[in-house]
C-alpha cells in the first residue's frame, strides 16, 4: 500500500487549526476528490499543534481510511519544513499543497490538476489578484513579495503563492537540494520549469488566527534574499565605494578650505556624528556578513529540516 501509486497527493500543514481541519477536508472532499474520479490521497502533517488539531485529524482519517495519512512531527518546524515531511511520503504523481484555514479555494485545485495531466505543466500556481484581509497583511504581503521580485525572482508573482501544484520530478528536486533554511516558493521557481499561473481571489480566514508573526515574516524573507542573492553583498560594496568617494571629496574641501582661508565646521559634535554613521554601517554590514556565515554554519551541519514522531497509514 505504502508503495502504491496515485494521480494526485494534496499535503494540508496543520498548526492550531482546530475546527477548520473538517471543515477543509470537506471542501477538498466534495469539490475536488469526488469530481475528479482520479486515485488519490490526503496527508495531514501535524506541525506540533498545542490544541486539539491531532484529535480532528484522527477522527477523519477514522472515516477516510483508505484516502487519509497522518503524519506527527515531534514539535513545530514551521510551515515549510511540514510541507516537507508530507513531500518525504507523498505517493502522488503530482503534489498539491493547501493551508487548513479555508483562505484558498479547493476548488481551483481542479484547474491545477488539469494543467498538469492535460497540458503537461511541471508547475502550476495559484496567484492571488486580491486578498480579503487587514491593511497590515495586505500591505506587508505586496512588500515583500515585491522586494523577492526585484532581488531574486523576476517571475514571483505580485501577491506571492501559498497555493502550488509540483510534479513528482520536482518534489524530488527540491527534496535533494535539503536547504537548511528553504525559501518554498523560491526554491519551486528555482527549478526552471515552464510554471502555469491560475488566478483567484484570497478568502478571509473563516476560524482561528494566522500565526504568521512580523518575526517569522522578516525571517522568510531574509532566508529568500540569502539564499537566491548576492544584492545585499553588493549593496555593502557599494556603500564602501560611495563612503571612500566621500571622505575623498571632503579630503578636498578641507585642503581647499585652508589654501584660501575659508572656516570649517569644528568641533565635537561634527567628530560625533560622522563617527556615529561610520560605526551604525559598520555594524550593518557585519550584521549582512554574519547571516551568510550563520546560514553557511547552518547548512555544513546538516540537520534535518524535520523529525517525523509517527505516520499512521
Known amino acids: 500500500m505504502d508503495q502504491e501509486i496515485v494521480d494526485y497527493t494534496i499535503i494540508i500543514p496543520v498548526y492550531f487549526n482546530e475546527g477548520s481541519i473538517t471543515r477543509t477536508f470537506e471542501e477538498v472532499h466534495s469539490k475536488v476528490i469526488t469530481p475528479n474520479n482520479r486515485p488519490c490521497e490526503v496527508i495531514f502533517i501535524d506541525d506540533g499543534s498545542k490544541d486539539n488539531s491531532l484529535d480532528e485529524i484522527f477522527r477523519l482519517k477514522d472515516k477516510y481510511p483508505q484516502l487519509i495519512r497522518a503524519i506527527k512531527l515531534t514539535r513545530n518546524f514551521g510551515q515549510v519544513p511540514a ?18 484555514d479555508l483562505q484558498d479555494p479547493p476548488e481551483l485545485i481542479n484547474q491545477m490538476i488539469n494543467h498538469y495531466f492535460n497540458d503537461n505543466y511541471q508547475i502550476v500556481v495559484g496567484t492571488r489578484l486580491a486578498r480579503n484581509e487587514s491593511w497590515y497583511r495586505i500591505i506587508s504581503s505586496k512588500l515583500f513579495y515585491w522586494m523577492i521580485q526585484k532581488m531574486s525572482f523576476r517571475n514571483m508573482p505580485p501577491g506571492g503563492f501559498d497555493l502550488a501544484l509540483i510534479s513528482n520530478n520536482v518534489k524530488n528536486i527540491i527534496l535533494k537540494n535539503r536547504e537548511a533554511n528553504p525559501f518554498w516558493q ?32 522578516l525571517k522568510y524573507l531574509i532566508d529568500s534574499m540569502m539564499s537566491y542573492s548576492y544584492f545585499p ?14 571622505g575623498f571629496v571632503y579630503a578636498i574641501v578641507v585642503l581647499v578650505s585652508r589654501l584660501t582661508g575659508g572656516l570649517l565646521s569644528t568641533g565635537w559634535a561634527p567628530l560625533m556624528i560622522v563617527v556615529l554613521i561610520l560605526s551604525g554601517i559598520q555594524m550593518l554590514m557585519l550584521g549582512v556578513v554574519g547571516e551568510y ?18 505516520v499512521y497509514d
Open 233 to 246: 553583498l553588493r549593496v555593502m560594496s557599494v556603500i564602501g565605494i560611495l563612503l571612500a568617494l566621500s
Open 293 to 310: 556565515l550563520w546560514r553557511a554554519l547552518d547548512q555544513v551541519r546538516d540537520r534535518p529540516q524535520f523529525i517525523i514522531d509517527k
Open 186 to 217: 523560491g526554491q519551486i521557481l528555482w527549478t526552471g520549469y515552464k510554471v502555469k499561473f491560475v488566478p483567484y481571489t484570497r478568502r478571509e480566514r473563516a476560524i482561528g488566527k494566522s500565526r504568521w508573526t512580523f518575526p517569522k515574516l
Open 83 to 100: 510541507m516537507m515531511a508530507g513531500y518525504s511520503i507523498a505517493r502522488g504523481k503530482c503534489i498539491i499543497n493547501i493551508s487548513a
